[in-house]
């Protein structure tokens, strides 16, 4: 009798092909590869994040902005940075200059960069320029990867449940066009009924 090499799991299959990244919102443990400053064309300041997953899986560009340009707080992200600064310990940020693979100078946050922290993502699907689908990651809830603790939790020697919750109930959020979302539950119609089709015929088929 041969001994087991390796077992099938179809979740790691499923990987395959797919990039390597995150495709679905909900809970994951993160490694921040870089956390780097940024602006939007608005002049709005940003910190931008690379991430890999505990299982490998990459994510980027996830931006949370903090400051508009005039100088006014982004209430949602500076609430999102101050509770990662609260799990990691960091009472302040700070910048530091590297360069990127270009040879560019970037300032990134030396306080996040580096760092493993639980991060709740939403996708959130949107209409592009060209008319098509697409869709994007904004970081709900940051969380104590070792308890699963949100930062009000971990204060209040609470019990977890924040983000057992939030997965229980997660859904996607809808952002595109009403075309759009429309012709998307046309095709889904649509696959339906060629299934049904399909199926009804094979069945019709099998009488004879």
């Given at each position: ?52 997953s ?108 924040t ?7 997660y ?27 399909s ?10």
């Amino acid at each position: 009798m041969s001994n087991a090499i390796i077992t099938y799991n179809q979740e790691e299959g499923l990987k395959a092909g797919g990039g390597n990244f995150i495709s679905e919102g909900g809970a994951y443990i993160m490694k921040i590869l870089e956390a780097k400053y940024t602006k939007a064309k608005t002049n709005t300041s940003g910190i931008e994040f690379s991430l890999e997953s505990s299982d490998g899986q990459k994510a980027n560009y996830i931006t949370v902005y903090y400051v508009k340009a005039d100088g006014s707080q982004v209430k949602g992200g500076m609430s999102i940075l101050n509770a990662m600064m609260g799990l990691l310990g960091a009472n302040t940020i700070t910048s530091a200059v590297k360069r990127d693979q270009d040879g560019k100078e970037v300032f990134i946050c030396p306080e996040f960069t580096g760092k493993t922290i639980g991060m709740f993502l939403q996708k959130s699907l949107y209409t592009k320029n060209d008319g098509s689908d697409g869709y994007k990651f904004d970081i709900r809830v940051p969380f104590d990867p070792a308890t699963s603790k949100t930062l009000r939790e971990k204060i209040g020697n609470d019990q977890p449940k924040t983000i057992e919750n939030m997965t229980n109930s997660y859904k996607d959020k809808d952002d595109r066009t009403q075309q759009q979302q429309q012709n998307a539950q046309s095709q889904m119609d649509s696959q339906l009924n060629s299934t049904r089709h399909s199926k009804n015929w094979y069945q019709s088929y099998s009488i004879y």
